[in-house]
């Protein structure tokens, strides 16, 4: 039972470069979160699935797309990539998307755009 | 606008003592509010959650409280080790508007 796992952990990309994070869960949870946590800004939500087949904006979705390819798995893909985009990226999930459930994370991507 | 506080950055205590943590919070009703712990280099990790309508919950040597009044959960550790040091979050729902908002965190550390 791995939780959730995200690849990669780290990555370099040069501004205008684009990328896929992928992001899976083995917990037959329903819903699914992408966040980008930045120094003095804490956690931020991107996007989030509650449910295989849906997707929602977050707080700061613009750059982002996301595609909920299956109950397991939630991939982030950055089009062109800008200096602004560094961060870490975490994955999480949640058996639904009720705000009584916990959210179990992965152990995160690191991000460098230059 | 919609605001949530974590009292500071840092938290420097001494081993064996009461760690309290603040969470205010602005313009948000929530009605569940979570906890989770974050290590250097590591995702966050769940520790309780607590609804509105229960003052107090604890598990171990954890205790938090919610003041829906003051606006205000309160998170302490008592009896702390060196092991506790990590960073401490708190999250709120956003009345359904968006799934769990998260503090900026508060930074433990506990002295030996």
């Known amino acids: 039972n791995a939780g959730v796992t995200q690849t990669p952990k780290f990555q370099v990309l040069k501004t205008g470069q684009s990328m896929t994070l992928q992001c899976a869960q083995d917990?037959?949870?329903?819903?699914m979160y992408w966040y980008r946590q930045d120094p003095g800004m804490g956690l931020r939500l991107i996007y989030y699935s509650a449910s295989e087949g849906t997707t929602d904006k977050g707080e700061v979705p613009n750059g982002y797309n996301v595609s909920r390819l299956n109950k397991r798995e939630f991939s982030l893909r950055l089009e062109s990539a800008a200096p602004s985009q560094t961060s870490v990226y975490f994955c999480?999930?949640?058996?639904?998307?009720?705000?009584?459930?916990?959210?179990?994370f992965g152990p995160g991507t690191r991000l460098t755009v230059t | 606008s919609q605001k949530i506080e974590q009292n500071s950055e840092a938290l420097n205590i001494q081993e064996g003592k009461t760690a309290t943590l603040t969470c205010n919070y602005t313009?948000?009703?929530?009605?569940?509010l979570q906890w989770y712990r974050q290590d250097p280099g590591r995702g966050p990790v769940f520790l309780l959650l607590i609804r509105e309508n229960e003052k107090e919950k604890r598990k171990e040597r954890l205790k938090v409280t919610f003041d829906t009044t003051l606006k205000q959960s309160l998170f302490h550790i008592t009896a702390s080790q060196p092991a506790d040091s990590a960073t401490y979050l708190c999250a709120l729902d956003n009345s359904g508007n968006t799934p769990l908002v998260f503090g900026k965190g508060t930074r433990l550390s506990v002295i030996a």
């Open positions: 313009n948000y009703s929530p009605a569940y």
């Open positions: 917990m037959n949870h329903n819903s």
């Open positions: 999480a999930s949640s058996e639904a998307s009720g705000l009584v459930y916990e959210q179990y």
